[in-house]
């Protein structure tokens, strides 16, 4: 029954970690009591855990129990570094590729007949928005001709075809809203490449709009924050999620989110960016690659997506010099997240 019970705590603490990586808002606090993104840790300071770890262990110590605690150490790692920021204000790097570019479509690719050449279908972004249209192409050497058959995800019926324009080592085409349906969408290429043929399928979201981000209204600081104020048309009421990326310039700085329940018609969410994420030297501050989601509210419903009229908007005339610069104290239930993952690692008080 010991081992049993370890081995169910292996496996959760492996799906903990997955989760982790998968999902970059939810995180310990998320999963246990609330949302934060862990910072990941340093390689060698997990390593140095991991080896301190065996070290102290005895011969006769099971090894599901270090496993365990081994997992769970190198999570609360990661998680305490987090705590250093707001879990509405976690730090953004160039290499942050998934917020960076949330919407990124990654093309499909196949080898060509057993060689080392290349044919990739892709989309130009992942999750579309009614009445946005599709643009499609394909890229490989030796095409001759090539068409598309729009469908649903789990459906065989073919909803929409068109051919392909070719041109040089590129096929491509344009959707227009009148030719998706509305929800998993299944976009097959079916291409002649010397005289063979080789199929291709993507899958995209089609949806109908929640909400329209229209400006930001205004910005202030209240303490150690910097508010920035977005003004919202609301179509579907709901619990709404909306995310941006601070930049100073070119330099990406942090991911804010913002969350509230809205009512439909004009609204105002708020977005918070900590001064910690915020250096002293910033002059051009800037928010960009805005995500707006309507949040699942019952089993089985989906989330939905809004639109933004904005792809970016200047903070103007924001005095950072009035922040107050106390570092971030990690709240009543960030620290509970953090004890119990260290109880979870076997940590010694």
Known sequence: MRILALSMMISALIALIIWFSMTPDVSAESIVLGETKPVASNPKVTNEVSESKVAESTPNEPIEKMQVETAAQNIAIGYRKSLKFAPYSQPLTVNDEDRLSPNKFIPISTPLFGEDQLISLSLNKFRFIKPESVEV?????????????????????TIHSVEMQVIGGRAQTKLAAEQLPVGDISIKAIADISGEEVILVAHAKYMQPSARLLHVSNTGIEKSDLVISLQMDVQKAGIYRVRANLYDGELPLAHLVGKRKLGEGGEIITLRAH?????KSAKALELKT???????????????????DITEAALLDVEISK???TPYTPSETERASLAFLERLAGAKN
């Open 323 to 325: 922040l107050d610069r």
């Open 290 to 308: 805005f995500v707006i989601e309507r949040m699942s509210s019952v089993p089985g419903e989906g989330t939905r997506y809004g639109t933004s």
């Open 275 to 279: 001064q910690s994420v915020i250096p």
């Open 137 to 157: 192409w394909l890229e490989g050497e030796g095409i001759q001709n090539a068409r598309i058959q729009v469908g649903l995800v789990g459906e065989k019926k």
